[in-house]
């Protein structure tokens, strides 16, 4: 077979094997001409054997990790990809998505056979390459398979509401990180206030970054886990004075933002934590 009909059925395998959706945010891939091929240990080190050696020792991959194999390749929408680019995941993040990408494996399999089967058994066509006459053939038979994935209305009903509800969890914990890296902005309390208010709830908190609700009142807000505290409080007897703590359980290190170049080291690992476990809930939060 032809190397680029091979690609091309890979790609069309890949991009229906996961329903359309972007690995990393949930998002809908509208076509296969859409998506980007991302690997979750990246192709670089595939050209660095011993780096990628260290690799495979320090997140105990499997001796015979292949960079190449369909567990290490995901569908993605360009700019996860591009945000996501060369660094690596935590070893318990890294393994959880390979361990999600092997459950695709033997789907990805099975429509690539029934692909192959149906543009190539038999057809003379095909065997004299990748001519126009033999692409144009091939690609009216890709379309016909992808339309029957947009085409099910049942399963699109089930992606709208999967993409809607992972697009609303990006925007809003992406807002929460971007107001926490802003250790001293203006209105930072009432902003912080407000998107605890009105968009993260105590349910979000529990699922997403695996904390318990100590206190859920209006103006009182503390949640917490063996690892991590976090409070924040505004006292509305005295005007808007709010206070925003977090501190690090193991350490009993405490971050003040109002005290906002103290134990700034703090902040950066609460930070990555919030990152960590947004990816965990397949939530890309930009960095």
Known sequence: MDKNF??????????????????YCGGFIPTVYDLEEEHIIPQKYKDKPTELEKIIKKYNLW?????????????????????KGFKLYRKET?????????????????IEARIEKKAFTNDELFKKGFNREATEKFLKIIEEDQEKLNNNDENLTILNFKRERSYRDHVKWQEYYDRMVNADPKHLGIDIQYILNNKI???????????????????????????????????RMGGNHYAIFIRDEISQQTYDFFKPNKKKDILKNWLDYIAEYCANADILVRR
């Open 6 to 23: 091979k690609v091309a059925i890979h790609r069309h395998a890949l991009w229906k094997a996961y329903n359309g959706e972007c690995f």
């Open 63 to 83: 001796t015979d990790f292949n960079i190449d194999a369909y567990y290490n390749r995901i569908p993605t929408h360009s700019g996860c990809n591009l945000r």
């Open 94 to 110: 890294i393994h959880q998505y390979l361990n999600l990408a092997e459950g695709k494996v033997k789907k990805i399999q099975e």
């Open 201 to 235: 709830r105590e349910s979000d908190f529990e699922r997403v970054l695996k904390m318990n609700v100590g206190a859920r009142e209006k103006y009182l807000k503390i949640y917490n886990n063996e690892e991590w505290f976090f409070q924040f409080s505004n006292n």
